[in-house]
């Protein structure tokens, strides 16, 4: 019996051992994975040569600029191997095929993408929440909100009802595969899309809209350190710490076309070339105005291509301009110049149709340029009128009327004396005897002979 449990316990003591031995060695850490982008793993993060953060400031209308602009950033961020691209974003929205564009970047981009809704009283809104759910991280600062969500039409005029639906339903099954694809709260963005609805940024992390809450960037880039982002190639730890923060500014290039993309400012320029334009037509050969104005209607173009332009109204205007012109070749008694200004206001009015008040020409600034347009082309009508009517200065039909001195004595009887008259001489003959050196004007040319009395 002992040698019977003997050898039972050393078999039993050998398989024990060959099992151990068998079980594959799994270093710490190494199989464990988060369920959503919001847990860290901090055991995979190395702590030799950390990547620079890109930080990008991302302000104002989401329009071709800022897609173009965030676009070029993220590519270079994944060219230059960087560690992680934050968007400091403050939108009211903008258009929804530059939103489309960066959400497919976002994406697609294999280096972590950070949205940070910053600073306070900043706002996510409309196209703005498509992109913050489109990031790796999404967070935001207190004080801010996102939401209203709701595509809407660019034109004033009713849409049909049916193509409505067909684009809110577009946008919310958008805005649900994205939230999907990033593991967030995809009730609450259908509601965004359908209700309208907002949020601050506490509910907004409460509801799992966002993953981080940071008052202030060096808060915000503390908490990413070793969180796991999304990316087209997987899941990747952020690191950080020790990291060099590059902040990356829009350049002149940006800067220029941004603000040109400003409803106000396109209409602004719009005036000025058509004012310039004008100038140089009725005046030919002045060729700085006509420069000028052609320079302006092309940048003007430019920006009409992010916004929503009414053809009637820039018809209208045009038609304001060719009136100003006619006006002064034809004689209306100021006919075709109520005509210009009654086209240039309605088409000023008419010219951006969109509900949404940052896509629309103010009526602070279409007042103001109306007038200072009506005022220049009175001006130049007048002074044109005023040139025309006035006699000749010049030639032999402006000696009429002039006035000079005798410089022989004239009289009736005998050979006929001279005449300085806007300094030249002339032979001059009268019907009264005039005393050399006497003030004399002249009131009719004969030939080469001018006819003179005494002043």
Sequence with gaps: MKKRGGSFAAFLNITLTVFILSIPSVPYGAGWRAASPGETLKETVKEDNPAPIYYVKAEGVVNPVMSEYIIKNIERAGDEGAGAVVIELDTPGGLDLSMRDIVKKMLSSEVPVVVYVAPAGARAASAGVFITYASSVAAMAPGTNIGSAHPVSMGREKTDEVMMKKVENDAVAYIKGIAKKRNRNADWAEKAVRDSVNIT???????????????????????????????????????????????????????????????????????????????????????????????????????????????????????????????????????????????????????????????????????????????????????????????????????????????????????????????????????????????????????????????
Aim: hydrophobic share 50%.
């Design 201 to 455: 940024a506490e509910e907004a992390l409460k509801l799992g809209v966002v993953d981080i809450l940071a008052q202030t960037r060096g808060e915000l880039i503390a908490k990413l350190d070793a969180r796991l982002a999304w990316t087209a190639s997987g899941e990747v730890p952020i690191r950080t710490k020790d990291s060099a923060i590059e902040e990356i500014e829009m350049d002149l290039r940006f800067r220029v076309l941004n603000a040109i993309s400003n409803p106000n400012v396109a209409y602004i320029l719009m005036m000025l070339g058509l004012v310039g334009i004008y100038f140089e037509l009725s005046n030919p050969g002045a060729v700085l105005p006509g420069v000028v104005g052609a320079i302006c209607l092309v940048l003007s173009f430019y920006a009409f291509q992010t916004l929503s332009v009414n053809y009637a109204g820039l018809i209208l205007i045009g038609l304001a301009l060719i009136f100003f012109i006619l006006e002064i070749k034809v004689t209306s008694f100021g006919l075709l110049t109520l005509a210009g200004v009654a086209s240039l206001l309605l088409g000023s009015l008419m010219l951006f149709s969109s509900p949404l008040p940052f896509m629309r020409v103010s009526l602070w600034v279409v007042l103001p340029a109306v007038i200072v347009v009506t005022l220049f082309s009175l001006g130049t009508m007048y002074y044109a009128v005023r040139i025309h009517r006035r006699r000749p200065v010049s030639g032999v039909e402006g000696l009429t009327g002039g006035e000079g001195v005798a410089v022989d004595e004239i009289g009736p009887i005998g050979p006929c004396g001279k005449v300085f008259v806007k300094g030249e001489y002339w032979e001059a003959e009268s019907a009264e005897p005039i005393e050399r050196g006497a003030r004399v004007r002249v009131v009719r040319i004969n030939g080469m002979r001018l006819e003179v009395v005494k002043v």
